[in-house]
Every structure is written in C-alpha cells, then in structure tokens.
C-alpha cells in the first residue's frame, strides 16, 4: 500500500545546531501536510505544501516540496528548546479522499 | 472556545473489560478520525467518519468498535478482542477532504492492567 517513507527516526542536536526531517513517497503526491508533536502532547498542524517545488518559511522552519512531489523537507536553523518534540510529516491517501497517511516521524533531542 | 475534547486523559482498566473513549468537537467539523499512537511511533488510524451514522474502519480495525449518532460525538470503544489495547489514543476532526488539516484531541493514554 501506499508509503510515506521519514527519516531520520532521531536527531540529537546541540541547542543551536540546524535539524532536518526528510519525507519521501513513492507516489506523486497531491499535497502535503507538516505537524508537530511536543512531549505527551497531541500533534498540531504546522503547514501545508501544495506546489510543486515550493518552497515556505515560518520564522526558523523551513519546508520545501519536491519538484516531483514525490519528497518534502523540514528544516530548523539554529533549534531551541522549545523546538523539543517529534514532527510527522502526512500525505493524502491516493485511495481515499479522507485519509491522511503519515509519516513514522523524526524526534528532535536537544543534548544537555 | 473552538477545540476537540477527550476525556478522561488518563484511564486504567483491568484486562478483559470493554472500555469508552470519548471525542467530542464544536468545530462543526463533518470528518472525524480516531488514531492509536504507539510509544516512538507514528498515527495508525483505527476509523474514521465522514458523516453522522456513517464511518469507515482503518488499517487497525480489530477489537474497536465505533459510533457516531451526532456531528459532534464520535466516541470509540476498545472491546477485550483487542489483543494489546494498552496505547495512546487521539481524536481528530476535519473539514471533509483529506487535503485539510486536522485538529487534534489532547489524547487519552490507556492503561490495561
């Protein structure tokens, strides 16, 4: 069935140093949607990629779509703390109009 | 203030038993969707409905059991078919289409003893 493949699974990062999670699908992708997840919280949507090789920027965030929309990317520029959390990235079900199909996820730990 | 509530946020059964989570929304939101979230992994959607007195299993159907007699309610009942019941469980709404974002409940951490 349908995949969306996220790596890596973990990132330890000092506080300051930049993080990266990478979703990729073997299926064009119609959209793509990024969420994150603080510890013993409830994910929280972040944004929406539609375009394909678009590029959006919130504050620090940096998320790009591929140019197949087939692979997106989240990126941190210089993490804090509360960056802390796991962030999901989820893709609609080409099977389904109503089913999102997530990614397993990359956790963001900052080293003491 | 609009949101998604679950209640009770932490609940201890004793293996055997059926238990009800329950999902309400005042987003007036038709879609509404119930995850199982394992510890270090990711959503595994259980059911899901697009419109009161209908929904749809997912990928881990088995020993759950769902209704939605009101938009607003969609509570979820995990049955003792379930072999390992003990998860964390969310709630989610949306506006219809998979394309829109979902709104998350705060979660109910299950416990079977």
């Known amino acids: 069935g349908q995949q969306v493949m996220q790596i890596p699974q973990y990132q330890h990062v000092q506080e300051g140093e930049d993080f990266t999670t990478y979703c990729n699908s073997s299926?064009?992708?119609?959209?793509i949607q990024w969420y994150k997840q603080r510890p013993g919280g409830h994910p929280v949507f972040l944004i929406q990629?539609?375009?394909s090789g678009e590029v959006k920027k919130q504050k620090r965030l940096t998320f790009q779509f591929g140019e197949a929309k087939k692979n997106s990317s989240l990126h941190i520029t210089a993490t804090q703390t509360t960056d802390v959390g796991t962030y999901f990235c989820?893709?609609?079900?080409?099977?389904?109009?109503?089913?999102?199909?997530w990614g397993a996820g990359t956790k963001l730990i900052i080293k003491p | 203030d609009g949101g998604i509530t679950q209640s009770p946020k932490y609940l201890f059964r004793k293996e055997g038993q059926n238990v009800t989570l329950s999902c309400e929304q005042n987003?007036?939101?038709?879609?509404m969707y119930w995850y199982r979230q394992d510890p270090g992994q990711g959503l595994r959607l259980i059911y899901y409905?697009?419109?009161?007195?209908?929904?749809q299993k997912g990928d881990i159907a088995e020993g759950y059991s769902v209704s939605r007699e009101k938009k607003e309610s969609f509570p979820l009942t995990v049955t003792s078919a379930q072999k390992n019941p003990t998860a964390f469980y969310l709630c989610?709404?949306?506006?219809?289409?998979?394309?829109?974002?979902?709104?998350f409940g705060p979660g109910t951490r299950l416990t079977v003893l």
């Open positions: 989610a709404s949306s506006i219809l289409g998979s394309h829109n974002e979902q709104f």
């Open positions: 987003l007036n939101h038709d879609a």
């Open positions: 409905s697009q419109i009161v007195n209908d929904f």
């Open positions: 299926t064009t992708l119609s959209n």
């Open positions: 990629l539609v375009k």
């Open positions: 989820a893709a609609p079900n080409m099977d389904s109009n109503y089913q999102l199909i």
